[in-house]
C-alpha cells in the first residue's frame, strides 16, 4: 500500500501558476497527476518515472512540469499560464512499476491521493 497525500492547490486568476506537491508514504516507481473537473472524466496530466521519464497531456505541454524527488518520496506539478479550464480537482497516483511506454491511463494505477483543488477564476 501506498499513501498519498496532495497539497498546494488554491485559487488564481488566468496566466497565474501554482506548484502541486504529493508526498508518498514510500518511494515508488511511477507516479502521475491527473485531474478531474466538475461533471467531467477524470483526465491524465502528466507521469514520471523513476530515471524521469516523462509524458504530458497535449493541454498542458509547454505550460505544466513534472518533477519528482525520490529522497523526500515527493511529486511535484509546476503550473504556469493557468487557463480557466485547468480548474479542476488534482489527484496524485502512484503505481508500483512504470508500464515500458509511459501511460496516462489512469486505470494503471491503483494508488490514489485524495485531491487538491484549483480554481482558475478573476
Known amino acids: 500500500q501506498v499513501q498519498l497525500v496532495e497539497s498546494g492547490g488554491g485559487s488564481v486568476p488566468p496566466g497565474g501558476s501554482l506548484r502541486l506537491s504529493c508526498a508518498a508514504s514510500?518511494?515508488?516507481?511511477?507516479m502521475a497527476w491527473f485531474r478531474q473537473a466538475p461533471g467531467k472524466e477524470r483526465e491524465g496530466v502528466a507521469t514520471?518515472?523513476?530515471?524521469?521519464?516523462?509524458l504530458y497531456a497535449d493541454s498542458v505541454k509547454g505550460r505544466f512540469s513534472v518533477s519528482r524527488d525520490n529522497n523526500k518520496r515527493a511529486l511535484y506539478l509546476e503550473m504556469t499560464n493557468l487557463r480557466p479550464e485547468d480548474a479542476a480537482m488534482y489527484y496524485c497516483?502512484?503505481?508500483?512499476?512504470?508500464?515500458?511506454?509511459?501511460?496516462?491511463?489512469?486505470?494503471?494505477?491503483?494508488?490514489w491521493g485524495q485531491g487538491t483543488q484549483v480554481f482558475v477564476s478573476t
Open positions: 497516483a502512484a503505481r508500483a512499476s512504470c508500464p515500458i511506454i509511459p501511460s496516462l491511463n489512469l486505470d494503471l494505477y491503483p494508488y
Open positions: 514520471i518515472g523513476l530515471r524521469g521519464e516523462m
Open positions: 514510500r518511494i515508488t516507481y511511477c
